[in-house]
């Protein structure tokens, strides 16, 4: 007998009953794909954002604020940290940087940490892009400061169409765009790069401090922790951080992220398990003679064991279906609230937000949940007592 | 000897106190027999079917199937012989609702592993036995109550059982779809040469039979 196709006209059956189980399935795995999603996609972003400087020290005023390679908030550095950094034993080259998060072209927004504007001194640009090439047609920015020029990422051009020679207005200032990098990656990718003396006209309005973070490269055979722990006793007001102890500074809180998703998923996939079970335990007793018939005319246990388990695992396919699909419309409206980049770019690129691993992995747990939830209902309709229930019947 | 039965007693809990539903009754079911068990309701018909359809386990005593000791069988081998050797004929069809009338009857061939097409086949043919061949495709809601005992029948016949049980098989049916039923019954009986045991109250029924068992409180008299 066609076991899924009986099952599902058993759940049709019941209609109202199956559909609010659904969309009680449906709902928990919404939430597990968006909080899911956005916890994933923020921490891969902020263990990124540590590739950056990888086995460089990174030194910040003392007291700043630091995400992995950057700092968020906090104070500056003066122009003679660059010379004391640069004049200390092992240490190879000093770049200074200045660097700010949630920009946005004409104003400043508070909620997205993900643009980033970074000046750097021109010619030392690989310090922070590595080998990342430029679009074709591409410059990096001219010294000359007249020019005003900025290189952007590729998903800042996108979002604004920028092409080279395009125009932008930041602090009231018009920029040229000289280059597109061409990067996949989410900092890169959301990035605005400029020379560092641009950046500290446009941000400070002057040149007395030289920015808010230097790149501290150890000379060959030094350690960062010996650079690390030299600048810090020979240069008072600021922070030195190896690459560990960035990531020491984050990976605390992205474990608790973590953490708390898998247990926002967990009490959600037990709820779910809770309503399924109820829901097919409340079934099973209404059918209570069908299955003591079956049972009369001698199907096995198992096959009736499977009908049950069979309605319950389709319960979690349609609700996980349904739930996955609404989910990533839920995170792709989060990411696009808190980024600030428009929907369309997210639907373009949907399986970047969610990946399909991801999807497939949702869709089994949910699936194996349900199936799960219908075993003690199952149990229950397969060990039914066919005598008492034929003869309570009349 | 199809079925026999030994000093059978079955008795239930209900709360403090004890019901025997069926008290030391020696009976013996003969090949192609027409049995009739009469009684009125609570006489313990049904139970005593029960226990001879190896549905139920009794108290004390003993049910021999084909002179094999019931008793002595693990619950998937009482499974296999109802599903192979016993088809059941309920008082209110039990036809599972979500399945159509074919499909119904195709579910005891299923369960015995049978390939999907002969199922088919079989189905249609006992369907059109039993007269419901523009009735394929009908749920059990869209019959009248006759069609779905006419079913019940054709489902009960699907694996060639050698004993059908039908526990007041007219009981919810009107007066001339009973005798229809009836005669239906008899006449697989009488063609196909299969066992027929009916528990009931309908005295036509009981007149048609070739050996007829009077039950009261349990006790054959």
Not at chain 1, 51 to 58: A, E, L, M, N, T
Not at chain 2, 47 to 68: A, H
Request: net charge neutral; with cysteine.
């Amino acid at each position: 007998m066609r076991v899924t196709v009986m099952c599902l006209r058993n759940l049709l059956r019941r209609r109202f009953r199956t559909s609010l189980c659904i969309f009680g399935v449906s709902l928990a795995t919404i939430f597990i794909v968006a909080v899911g999603a956005t916890t994933t996609n923020y921490t891969v972003v902020i263990r990124e954002m540590n590739i950056f400087f990888s086995g460089d020290v990174v030194v910040v005023a003392e007291g700043a604020m630091v995400i992995q390679a950057f700092p968020v908030a906090g104070g500056n550095l003066p122009v003679s940290v660059v010379e004391k950094v640069q004049q200390v034993n092992g240490v190879k080259t000093a770049v200074p940087m200045l660097v700010r998060f949630g920009y946005q072209f004409e104003t400043v927004i508070q909620l997205a940490p993900t643009n980033v504007s970074v000046g750097i001194p021109p010619g030392n640009w690989s310090v922070l892009v590595g080998n990342t090439p430029l679009k074709p047609g591409g410059n990096w920015p001219s010294p000359d400061l007249g020019k005003k020029e900025v290189v952007v990422g590729s998903s800042l051009a996108k979002q604004y169409d920028l092409t080279v020679g395009s125009e932008v207005k930041m602090e009231n200032t018009n920029l040229t765009v000289a280059g597109i990098l061409d990067t996949r990656s989410a900092l890169l990718s959301r990035s605005l790069i400029l020379p560092l003396e641009l950046a500290q006209r446009l941000y400070y309005g002057h040149t007395m401090w030289i920015g808010n973070m230097v790149v501290a490269q150890p000379e060959e055979g030094v350690t960062e922790k010996e650079v690390t722990d030299r600048i810090e006793a020979e240069i008072l007001g600021v922070e030195a951080l190896t690459t560990d102890e960035r990531n020491e500074i984050v990976e605390p809180l992205l474990q608790d992220i973590e953490t708390w998703s898998l247990g926002i998923s967990s009490v959600l996939y037990l709820l779910g398990m809770v309503l399924v079970t109820t829901v097919a335990m409340i079934n099973v007793s209404e059918r209570r003679r069908d299955f003591a018939t079956l049972d009369a005319i001698g199907a096995p246990r198992s096959s009736i064991f499977r009908i049950v388990v069979t309605e319950t695992t389709l319960i979690g396919l349609l609700g996980g279906l349904a739930g996955i699909l609404l989910g990533s419309i839920a995170a792709i409206l989060i990411a696009s609230f808190y980024t600030n980049i428009p929907l369309s770019m997210f639907f373009f690129d949907l399986f970047n937000i969610i990946s399909p691993f991801f999807m497939i992995k949702i869709l089994a747990s949910t699936v194996a949940v349900s199936c799960v939830a219908g075993v003690i209902p199952a149990i229950a309709a397969s060990r039914m007592n066919i005598s008492e229930v034929l003869r309570s019947e009349y | 000897m199809i079925a026999k039965t030994q000093e059978l007693t079955r008795m239930y809990r209900l709360g403090a106190s004890v019901i025997v539903a069926v008290n030391k009754v020696n009976l013996e079911v003969k090949e192609a027999a027409f049995v009739s068990i009469v009684g009125p309701s609570g006489s313990g018909k049904t139970t005593l079917l029960n226990l001879i359809g190896l549905n139920d386990r009794p108290t004390s005593g003993k049910v021999f199937f084909k002179s094999e000791d019931t008793s002595l069988l693990t619950d998937k081998e009482r499974r296999k012989i109802r599903l192979q050797n016993i088809g059941f004929v309920f008082q209110t069809f039990n036809l599972l609702p979500t399945l159509t009338a074919l499909e119904n009857v195709e579910l005891p061939l299923a369960l015995a592993k049978v390939p999907p097409k002969l199922q088919r086949e079989k189905a249609i043919q006992l369907l059109e036995a039993v007269g419901l061949s523009d009735r394929l495709q009908h749920r059990p809601k869209e019959l009248s109550s006759g069609e779905m005992q006419r079913v019940a029948i054709a489902r009960a016949l699907a694996n060639n059982p050698c004993l059908i049980l039908a526990d007041e098989p007219t009981g919810e049916l009107d007066s001339e779809t009973g005798y229809e039923i009836t005669k239906l019954l008899l006449s697989l009986c009488r063609k196909h040469k299969t066992t027929v045991v009916v528990a009931t109250h309908d005295e036509r029924v009981a007149k048609a039979s070739d050996v007829k068992y009077s039950i009261r409180d349990g006790m054959i008299t």
